[in-house]
């Protein structure tokens, strides 16, 4: 028979050891996290400073003349932060689109800020559009106001927003956060974004449904290293969810010019 302390000791032992090991575990875990959090603060760093690259490229393609003028509301999304070059992000993808199915030239005025929420955007970006006459434009803010929520600012910045803007703007809804805590506000921001292009029958883009069918994987594959903003791929399913209502646009507004038929005609006159 096993002696009555030698078990309570060997039982103690144990638990002693169960401790020392679970502290173990969540020391390690706890390090391995810091060290994440720091991989992340040092990648986003590194993408800080490709901010004026992108807003000095988007100047100068500003002055590209163009038959047809684009022109862009947005954060660093609309910027191509994240992307290989800065017009891999969607805004590039989609001129390209408007260039390759009208087969006119395309202007790009990219008024979008590193940064802004749909308030500094209202205070911004909307002054420097009310002075121009796009033919294309396109929406997409509010995923900054995610971190610092304020329903009341947001539904404000969007209805000052939303009135400035032509019939044919498209305005995309927030993407798809893949976190619970922060898609419930995604959630809230994206009824009150709808609710109000409603109003003024503005066409919504369905950014996050799009975003959120590419499931949690995504993060790995579709996120530049700073897991926040898309790369060269996730840019290109941004410009997917933009492409339907786009192209349906742009059919019917700018049907498509044959350069080779006109040149035919040109030459027999």
Known sequence: ?????????????????????????????????????????????????????????????????????????????????????????????????????????????????????????????????EKLAPDVVTVAIGANDIARWDAAVFAAGIRRLFAALPEHALVADLPCFHLPHNERTVAIANRLLQERAAVHDLTVVPLHATTKRQGLRSIATQFANDMFHPNDRGYRVWAEAFLPSLTADLAQRFPPIDRAASSSVGGRS
């Open 1 to 129: 028979m096993t002696h009555p302390t030698r078990g309570i000791r060997s039982r103690a032992l144990l638990a002693l050891t169960a401790t020392i090991a679970t502290a173990v575990g969540i020391g390690v875990a706890a390090l391995r996290y810091r060290g994440f959090r720091r991989h992340l603060a040092e990648q986003s760093a590194i993408l800080s400073e490709t901010l004026p690259v992108n807003s000095k490229f988007w100047r100068n393609h500003a002055k590209v003349k163009g038959e047809l003028l684009y022109v862009a509301i947005g954060d660093s999304a609309a910027q191509g932060i994240g992307a290989s070059v800065p017009d891999r992000g969607y805004v590039g993808l989609l001129a390209d689109h408007m260039r390759l199915v009208t087969g006119r030239t395309v202007r790009v005025i990219n008024l979008s800020v590193s940064g802004a929420t749909v308030e500094l955007a209202v205070r911004d970006q909307l002054p420097r559009f």
